[in-house]
């Protein structure tokens, strides 16, 4: 409930991830639920993971995405996205 609430009064647009049936794996926006293989980030900060660009198996949990800061008026960004929960795949 507390979740719910939070999000509520968050002025921010928020998406369901729901991926294609048989999506390909992205370590940014999705976890893998059998957790084998661990993201790691290069020296960069860029993201990686041994499953990137493969092919999953089936989507276990959707994923939330958040667009917006939370801000109104002129400190609005719109174009800022945080991914709230990634999805849970099997890949």
């Known amino acids: ?9 968050q002025p921010a647009r928020f998406h369901i991830l729901d991926p294609k049936p048989t999506p390909i794996f ?16 290069s020296s960069t900060g860029r993201p990686e993971n041994p499953l990137q660009g493969r092919q999953c198996s089936a989507v276990v949990f959707p994923g939330v995405e958040k667009w917006g800061n939370g801000q109104l008026g002129a400190e609005a960004e719109w174009e800022s996205l945080i991914v709230v929960v990634k999805a849970r795949v099997l890949v």
């Open 26 to 41: 992205d370590c940014r926006t999705m976890d893998d639920v059998l957790q084998e293989h661990e993201t790691k980030y």
């Open 1 to 9: 409930m507390t979740l719910s609430l939070t999000l509520l009064s």
